[in-house]
């Protein structure tokens, strides 16, 4: 099947020859990208400063959006989960998720975070994760992740009246955070994901430290991340506090030892007043005891970090039960008292199985 090439998959200077062969004057690539990525629209017709031609041509030639959005589904705590498919049949998700902030002890929704994909499938095959059992199939394009985003912030203000329409609390909040932490491991599909996070930050006007990439710990992508001029939030998935407990439940072979990945992130050039961020997901007698807090507390020590303990969302035939909720609390207590920000993650839309790759997942499998 033939299909037209998306348009952010181009780089600027692709845009400026495709511009140049059409004998087209050059201030309108920056016509274009201002419709791209500084005011995105839903479709060609709607670039009002290129001329109608212009637009058609543009239209005939590329694909304005890589990924048709093909499921919605709402959770009741505001979290929505989006289906994406792709022209092939193939399947990726994303989750929309409303941020609260506490005051004077109501939560009222502040503003909203997108967790996007960055692969179809995973090669890390961690055993607790859905898309890790998976089969890793292909890393995204750069359009495909981007337009995760930008397709839902032309929603957001009504820009598809043909789709079913967000909650309004959903549709007032700014899309302010975004965090790759949906199907796939970032570091992985390096190149695309750090150019798609430079193009969020500096053409759709997202702060750096608002985009946030979550890693497994890849050590030597690490290594080359810490020497990128640009410095994005980044997260490490932990999970255990020594490689034992570790590789029983992600690969050996797959895996980096712990020593390794926290001296990568000992040697990364960390913004004064910012932190990395530990996430561990707890599970049941796996990595939930208190000699494990404590051996978190000794591998952390040379980090400034705080520490997300996620509660473990099941799927069906995975082998791993949720840590209860007093377990995670005792851990969480253990961690504070010996001097670790740590803090127990609302585990949102679990009804809708909101975990990563768990959506695809249904919809692939009944
Ligand atoms: N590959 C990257 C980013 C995607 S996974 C990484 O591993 O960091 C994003 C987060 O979801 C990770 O912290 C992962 O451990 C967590 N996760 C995966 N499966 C989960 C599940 N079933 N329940 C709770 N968290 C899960
Ligand atoms: Fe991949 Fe992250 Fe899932 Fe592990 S947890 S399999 S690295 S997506």
Redesign the pocket.
């Known amino acids: 099947m033939s299909v037209k090439p998306a348009i952010r998959d181009l780089s600027v200077s692709e845009c400026e020859n495709w511009f140049a062969e059409m004998g087209e004057p050059s201030y309108r690539v920056n016509q274009l990208l201002g419709w791209l990525y500084r005011n995105p629209v839903a479709g060609f017709e709607n670039m009002t400063n290129l001329p109608k031609g212009l637009r058609e041509v543009l239209h005939g030639a590329f694909r304005l959006w890589s990924l048709n959005l093909s499921q919605i589904e709402s959770a009741d705590d505001g979290t929505v989960k989006l289906l994406w498919s792709t022209p092939l049949g193939e399947h990726l998700e994303s989750v929309l998720i409303p941020m609260l902030r506490r005051d004077e002890g109501r939560a009222e929704p502040h503003h909203l975070t997108i967790c996007v994909s960055t692969?179809i499938g995973?090669?890390?095959?961690?055993t607790?994760?859905?898309?890790?059992?998976q089969e890793f199939s292909r890393n995204l394009s750069v359009a495909e992740i981007l337009d995760q985003v930008l397709f839902t912030m032309v929603w957001l203000k009504g820009g598809f009246p043909e789709t079913e329409a967000l909650p309004l609390v959903l549709r007032e909040l700014p899309l302010s955070n975004v965090v790759f932490?949906?199907?796939?491991?970032p570091l992985?599909n390096y190149h695309s994901v750090l150019r798609a996070s430079s193009l969020l930050a500096n053409q759709v006007g997202f702060s750096h430290r608002k985009i946030t990439i979550?890693?497994?710990g890849v050590v030597p992508k690490i290594l080359k991340l810490s020497k990128e001029p640009e410095v994005f939030s980044l997260a490490l998935?932990l999970h255990a506090a020594n490689d034992e407990v570790r590789w029983r439940i992600?690969p050996r072979k797959r895996h980096y030892p712990l020593k390794d990945i926290v001296e990568a992130l000992r040697v990364f050039p960390l913004p004064p007043r910012k932190r990395f961020t530990v996430e561990y997901v707890m599970l049941k007698d796996v990595n939930d005891s208190l000699s494990q807090a404590k051996d978190l507390v000794r591998l952390l020590n040379p980090l400034r970090c705080k520490v997300n303990l996620i509660p473990y969302n099941p799927f069906p035939d995975s082998p791993y039960a949720p840590s209860p909720m007093h377990r995670i609390e005792e851990f969480q207590s253990l961690l504070r008292q010996k001097g670790l920000s740590a803090f127990i993650r609302a585990s949102r839309g679990r009804e809708i199985l909101a975990g990563?790759?768990q959506l695809r997942w249904k919809v692939e499998h009944g």
């Open positions: 692969q995973c090669a890390r095959g961690c607790f994760c859905l898309t890790g059992v932490m949906g199907m796939g491991e992985d979550s890693t497994v998935s992600m990563c790759g």
